[in-house]
Structure formats: C-alpha cells, structure tokens
C-alpha cells in the first residue's frame, strides 16, 4: 500500500480503488504533535465515529466500506473508506459558545458572521445551533469564514445543503448524547466529494478529538466546563511556558492516563458499550 498522507493524527494509505484511514495514538494541540501518545486513542476515535456513522446512516451518506476489512496490524484503529475529494472547508456547528466561538463572540458579538445576543457567557447554550465554517489551514491556523464565503468556494447549492447537513447531523447527534447525560457543545465535520460527484460526509464524526463533549449534570455557565474530549490536553498545555511551536511538550503520565480516561468515558457513556468489548 501506498501512504498518501500522514497528518497530525491520521495516515492514509491507497488500498487499490480504496483508502485505508488510519487512526493513531497522537496527540496534538495548537496544531502541534505533542511527543507523548495517548495509549489505544486511535481505537477508541475509530469505534466511536464507526458507531457514529452507523447511528448517521439515514442522514447522509458516508465514506465508510468497512470497519473490519483492513490490514490485521490496524484492525480496531483503521477504517476502509471511499477516495474522495475533499472540501477546502471544516463545516462546523455550535449549540454551547466555547474556545474560539467565545473569543470571537466576545470581540464582535458574532461567529462567523453569525450575530448572537448580547449577555452570553463561556458555557452558554445557544438560543439554536449555528454553523460557523472555518478554513482547513495547511499552514497555520484555521479562521472563521461566513456562509457566503463557503459559498464563493463551493458554489451557493452546496454550500446551503452542507450547512443544513452539519446542523442536522449536531442536533441528532447531541440529542442522542443528551439521553447519556452528555451534552456535544460543538463537532467539526469534514465532507467530500466522490468521481460522479455524489457528496460524502468523511474523515471522523462526533468524536473527542472533534467535538466537545461535558457531562450535563456539572454544566454550569459562566466558568470552564469539565472537558470529556481534548480540550483537557489543551488546558493542561497553557498551564505551561510554551510557545504553541514545535517541538510540543512530553504529557506526564497522570495527565496521559486521565485523557484516555476521559475518551473512554464518552465512548461507554455514548454507545452503552464498555470498552473491552471494543478493543
């Protein structure tokens, strides 16, 4: 097989006609691998968004061929998927205000071009969901776009069916979790296009690494909210002297184990499954 791409978390591979998805145990955080992996991450990534994708069936179609048909070294972390092209956009929806959407909130009173009301505060539910699309840096950092920039990139048809999509898949997403007692603050999705130009939902979907996911019995607005995903390894990062440049710093081992912990947690919580069953 060929290796196409490694990316901060994923390798992607050419399988004949197919890719092979590959999820490791990196981490990173401000776009930088951190040296430290987090043991069986991969895995749990892996069987969540399978779960998810399954769960989404009904509601788009998806890059998934198989979660079983891949190469015995990366059974449980790699998925066989369709090759697609991909869009030059992260589609993404919001019902809590958090991490960039509250620092953008609180300088303009917008997201993405989206205006919200005045009084809102970190942790704060929003009156409805609102898709706040972002570049896809290959350099640098991702910045928020409007929808009519989406649509300057993508055309205006596919740009409206893709917001209502990402909001569609968020709300039946979060409603799932809520019955868990967890509530999805925010995904990121990532969508393509296959050769007859049929458009796929690709990449991951309602994952830690993806979204944000707080246990709904400690929400509380106004203060930072008990972290189930990687906003944990973020937060631990800006306790330290770092520049958010490479090398990233090594993860000590409480913090490690309490990540995989969180990630865990949300898989169990969310499927009803433990987690030896997905191992």
Not at 34 to 43: F, Q, R, S, V
Not at 80 to 90: F, G, I, Q
Not at 155 to 172: H, I, N, P, S
Not at 178 to 202: C, H, M, N, S, Y
Request: charged residues 25%; contains cysteine.
């Amino acid at each position: 097989m060929e290796l196409l791409h490694s990316g901060k978390v994923r390798d992607v591979y050419l399988d004949g006609q197919d890719l092979i998805l590959v999820a490791s145990d990196r981490v990173s955080v401000y776009d930088v691998v951190l040296p430290t992996p987090i043991p069986g991450k991969g895995k749990i990534l892996t069987q969540l968004s399978l779960w998810w994708f399954d769960q989404l069936a009904d509601v788009f179609p998806n890059h998934v061929i198989s979660g079983t048909d891949v190469p015995a070294e990366w059974a449980g972390r790699a998925v066989r998927c369709r090759r697609l092209e991909m869009l030059p956009v992260e589609f993404i929806a919001r019902g809590y205000l958090a991490g960039l959407g509250l620092q953008e909130y609180r300088k303009q009173g917008t997201v993405s071009g989206v205006p919200l009301p005045e009084g809102l505060v970190e942790g704060s539910k929003l009156p409805e969901p609102i898709f706040t699309p972002t570049t896809k840096a290959t350099v640098g950092h991702d910045e928020f776009v409007t929808f009519d920039d989406v649509a300057g990139e993508i055309g205006a048809e596919t740009a409206a069916k893709l917001r209502d999509v990402t909001l569609e898949v968020y709300q039946r997403g979060a409603a799932i979790a809520a019955e868990r007692g967890i509530i999805i603050a925010d995904t990121k999705l990532e969508f393509g296009r296959a050769p007859d130009g049929t458009l796929v939902l690709a990449d991951e979907v309602l994952t830690s690494d993806s979204s944000r996911f707080w246990p709904a019995d400690s929400w509380e607005p106004g203060r930072p909210q008990h972290a189930l995903d990687k906003q944990f390894v973020r937060d631990w990062s800006s306790t330290l002297d770092w520049d958010r440049t490479p090398p990233g710093p090594p993860v000590p081992d409480d913090i490690v184990q309490a990540t995989r912990a969180r990630y865990i947690e949300v898989y169990e919580r969310i499927t009803g499954k433990s987690w030896q069953e997905g191992e």
